[in-house]
């Protein structure tokens, strides 16, 4: 298993995605900002207990904002190739980052 990292960090995560989510909208006033919140405060660890349960929502935590940036690039790659109707060679050749060479006129190319 790879090292979590940061819950700070893993905290900023999540509520970046929940930006994205949402868009323009206050994300602070969401349901999903306040649980979030509240479960990080609540498995703290302070100076006068070890907090197993923390590590367990750390990971947690991290799986699901992994979860949150792949769906999030998903829908940006299926919006970017998803079928748009019959296209051109030239837009094809485009969408993979090549150009189709080009005709050279004059006799016999017609």
């Known amino acids: 298993m790879a090292a979590l990292g940061s819950p700070l960090r893993t905290f900023h995560g999540l509520l970046r995605e929940l930006r994205y989510m949402n868009g323009v909208t206050r994300y602070r006033d969401t349901a999903a900002y306040k649980y979030i919140r509240e479960q990080f405060r609540r498995n703290q660890v302070t100076e006068e207990k070890l907090c197993r349960a923390q590590q367990e929502l750390h990971f947690q935590a991290s ?16 919006q970017e190739y998803h ?24 006799k016999g190319w017609e």
């Not at 079928?83 to 005709?103: H, I």
């Open 63 to 78: 799986t699901y904002l992994c979860l949150l940036h792949s769906v999030r690039n998903h829908d940006m790659l299926h």
């Open 83 to 106: 079928a748009k109707g019959e296209r051109s060679p030239e837009q094809v050749a485009g969408l993979v980052g090549l150009k189709l060479p080009k005709q050279p006129g004059g």
